[in-house]
T-cell receptor, first 113, second 113 residues
Framework: KAGVTQTPRYLIKTRGQQVTLSCSPI?????VSWYQQTPGQGLQFLFE???????NKGNFPGRFSGRQFSNSRSEMNVSTLELGDSALYLC????????????FGEGSRLTVL | AQSVSQHNHHVILSEAASLELGCNYS??????LFWYVQYPGQHLQLLLK??????LVKGIKGFEAEFIKSKFSFNLRKPSVQWSDTAEYFC???????????FGTGTSLTVIP
């Protein structure tokens, strides 16, 4: 079956702009998590959604937001972009909370100029 | 606060050498433990996981890991590395409180032919 799909794969924005990233989980998976990956920092947890509800939220400013739709697809939005937001944004899915490992997409690489 | 530590940031080995990557986590009750690998240009993939039972778990490609509860550790091992093992390795812990995944900062492994 198809894996986790993230779009777009690459994007370039300028400071102050906003960006929306999309994630389609594996069919049947209802839990979607988002991570920010930067060199030296590893994966930093942004938020997790399950059945359209945010279950957990990481320690990121309010400029980072997300949502999940009834078909389990998820989006994350970053407003008022800063240079430090340049990173690989990863989406991961699984059946539900406490149901095993996360399955990752290939990520959306955001560059902020 | 819950956290995961990977002590080796960069490891360089010759082919056929043995590998051990350290992973420690903060106390947080019951945990599920994972090692993920990210090959250059690819998405994160699961190497192995531990939920319960035998503390020595075997994963793909000859990797294994041992859970030592008293030391809050889950070290990854491979008896003989290959050039194709060059990748970044991430330890992840799911604490039972909230079922959120915490990742270490990763270890970059370079295997020299």
């Amino acid at each position: 079956k198809a894996g986790v799909t993230q779009t777009p794969r690459y994007l370039i924005k300028t400071r102050g702009q906003q960006v929306t990233l999309s994630c389609s989980p594996i069919s049947g998976h209802r839990s979607v998590s988002w991570y920010q990956q930067t060199p030296g920092q590893g994966l930093q947890f942004l938020f997790e959604y399950f059945s359209e509800t945010q279950r957990n939220k990481g320690n990121f400013p309010g400029r980072f937001s997300g949502r999940q739709f009834s078909n389990s697809r998820s989006e994350m939005n970053v407003s008022t972009l800063e240079l430090g937001d340049s990173a690989l944004y990863l989406c991961a899915s699984r059946s539900g909370p406490n149901t095993g490992e996360l399955f990752f997409g290939e990520g959306s690489r955001l560059t902020v100029l | 606060a819950q956290s995961v530590s990977q002590h080796n940031h960069h490891v360089i080995l010759s082919e056929a050498a043995s590998l051990e990557l350290g992973c420690n986590y903060s106390y947080g009750g019951t945990v599920n433990l994972f090692w993920y690998v990210q090959y250059p240009g690819q998405h994160l993939q699961l190497l192995l996981k531990y939920f319960s039972g035998d503390p020595l778990v075997k994963g793909i490609k000859g990797f294994e890991a041992e859970f030592i509860k008293s030391k809050f550790s889950f070290n990854l091992r491979k008896p003989s590395v290959q050039w194709s093992d060059t990748a970044e390795y991430f330890c992840a812990v799911e604490f039972n409180t909230g079922n959120q995944f915490y990742f270490g900062t990763g270890t970059s492994l370079t295997v020299i032919p």
